[in-house]
């Protein structure tokens, strides 16, 4: 198994921030992530580090917004430094919010407008990989994504 880098803090919002219930979110803004599709491969995703936050588990590339960073921003940062997923080869479809009050987590979903293959390009990604929008359910999701996944499906 892999060790957790040395943790940094990059910028202003990596940190935790704990809920009433003692929950742990990452990003001091909220956080992002890309739902990228490719009409023909399916959806990106990222399965996450063992040492990541629910580690082991598949979900989006992102993480956390930077202040004053929108959403579209942080995901297509974050999917570039995760996932190697050029900004110029998709266009934005529609944003979904989870708003807990104190936190948030934006969705941006993109469609792929030229192929590409995604790279790992960081230490948070055992594997990157298509997946048709049929079989996302037969992997270990992030148990978030795994809610939401109905829903964003449906918008797709």
Do not use: C, K
Not at 39 to 46: D, K, N, S, T
């Amino acid at each position: 198994m892999t060790q957790p880098p040395t943790f940094r803090p990059r910028d202003s919002g990596d940190a935790w921030v704990e809920g009433p219930n003692g929950d742990r979110y990452w990003g001091l803004f909220g956080a992002a992530g890309l739902l990228v599709i490719d009409r023909e491969r399916g959806i990106l995703l990222q399965h996450r580090a063992e040492w990541s936050h629910f580690g082991g588990t598949w979900g989006l590339p992102g993480g956390a917004r930077h202040e004053h960073e929108s959403a579209l921003e942080a995901a297509l940062r974050e999917a570039g430094e995760e996932a190697a997923v050029p900004e110029d080869a998709v266009r934005p479809l529609f944003e979904s919010v989870l708003d807990l009050g104190y936190w948030s987590y934006t969705t941006v979903a993109v469609e792929v407008t030229r192929p590409f293959e995604p790279q790992i390009t960081d230490p948070e990604s055992l594997d990157l990989q298509w997946i048709a929008l049929d079989r996302v359910l037969d992997l270990p999701l992030h148990p978030r994504f795994e809610e939401s996944w109905p829903q964003l499906r449906s918008r797709l």
